[in-house]
Nanobody, 121 residues
Framework: QVQLVESGGGLVQPGGSLRLSCAASGSIFSINAMGWYRQAPGKQRELVATISSDGSTNYADSVKGRFTISRDNAKNTVYLQMNSLKPEDTAVYYC???????????????WGQGTQVTVSS
């Protein structure tokens, strides 16, 4: 089994910062891409940022220049540094990891449980 544990969400004022973490544990052979997604009330889940195994990154236009995704392969952890937060960033944030559990299997997607980020004065 693979478990993902997210942390770092909370309530922050507009213009503030938060750092999300997502740590994977369990039966892990390797991790390919890692990513963050978010879902606001009444809206579909959307991509926020992804980072590949070689460190290349991709961001939604709405967060470019404000959010930074990074990964620590030794800790099987992905981070999302969020700066200059806006009320429209309010959502539940989910991490997704492409995990290979053994040399005999291929990659499967695993999702975190979600962490609430609320940007409000």
């Amino acid at each position: 089994q693979v478990q993902l544990v997210e942390s770092g969400g909370g309530l922050v004022q507009p213009g503030g910062s938060l750092r999300l973490s997502c740590a994977a544990s369990g039966s892990i052979f390797s991790i390919n891409a890692m990513g963050w997604y978010r879902q606001a009330p009444g809206k579909q889940r959307e991509l926020v940022a992804t980072i590949s195994s070689d460190g290349s990154t991709n961001y939604a236009d709405s967060v470019k220049g404000r959010f930074t995704i990074s990964r620590d392969n030794a800790k099987n952890t992905v981070y999302l540094q969020m700066n200059s937060l806006k009320p429209e960033d309010t959502a539940v944030y989910y991490c997704k990891l492409e995990v290979r559990r053994s040399a005999l299997t291929w990659y499967n997607n695993y999702w975190g449980q979600g962490t609430q980020v609320t940007v409000s004065s």
